[in-house]
């Protein structure tokens, strides 16, 4: 069964520095999204990306936060300066034209 | 603002109990329901959905029940195993064909099933 994979499993940056947590969505879908869960807190969502655009952000998506598709396959999360509260598992998820979200296995960041 | 709240958050039975979560949420707009359990490092995996045309699905063990009206939807595991202990996250969406369908999600249920 395809699933969603994201790479890595870990990342461990200074504060300040720039960092890309990579997605694979699932081949046949067309909505993508990226959630974050600070630990032991809820599921958060952060953005969500359509037809090459993003489609809706939260407020924790700032001006530090981007999201680009520079492959058919690929979804990317960059933060261009990390700071200590970003420290959390980072969730990609993706969908077809149906309601079901499934989520890749995370990205644990920890931002020293 | 979208909210949707999760009780309790920590949970406790014996083996072959049942279990049962509640979610409440704020945004009238929310017509899907979905239900994720997540083990210990690892994805959350949907269990089951609902959507608001329904008001109770069932399959096997696990049944959702959902009240427009006030808002709210519960998860109901019967005859609960071990394997059932994880964390299990109620969510809510505005979703409509088309729309980008973002989750709304609870703060958690931490199940622990007993032998």
């Known amino acids: 069964e395809p699933e969603v994979t994201q790479t890595p499993s870990h990342q461990v940056t200074q504060m300040g520095q720039e960092v890309i947590l990579r997605c694979v969505p699932i081949s046949n879908h067309l909505y993508f999204y990226w959630y974050r869960q600070i630990l032991g807190q809820k599921v958060e969502f952060l953005v969500s990306f359509y037809n090459n655009e993003i489609s809706e952000k939260s407020e924790i998506f700032d001006d530090q936060f981007s999201v680009e598709r520079p492959d058919g396959s690929n979804f990317t999360l960059k933060i261009r300066s990390t700071k200590l509260e970003d420290s959390a598992m980072y969730f990609c998820?993706?969908?077809?034209?149906?309601?079901?979200?499934?989520f890749g296995p995370g990205t644990r960041l920890l931002v020293l | 603002g979208e909210n949707v709240e999760q009780h309790p958050s920590t949970l406790s039975v014996q083996e072959g109990d049942s279990a049962v979560i509640k979610c409440t949420y704020s945004?009238?707009?929310?017509?899907?329901f979905p239900w994720y359990k997540q083990e210990l490092g690892k994805r959350p995996q949907l269990i089951i959905d609902?959507?608001?045309?329904?008001g109770e699905k069932k399959d096997q063990r696990i049944a959702v029940t959902l009240n427009k009206t006030a808002k709210h939807f519960s998860l109901h595991i019967t005859e609960t195993q071990p394997e059932d202990s994880a964390v299990y996250f109620c969510a809510a969406s505005p979703w409509f064909s088309g729309g980008y369908n973002k989750l709304i999600f609870g703060a958690g249920t931490r199940l622990a099933v007993h032998p």
């Open positions: 998820a993706s969908r077809e034209n149906q309601e079901t979200q499934y």
């Open positions: 945004d009238s707009a929310s017509n899907y």
């Open positions: 609902i959507r608001s045309n329904v």
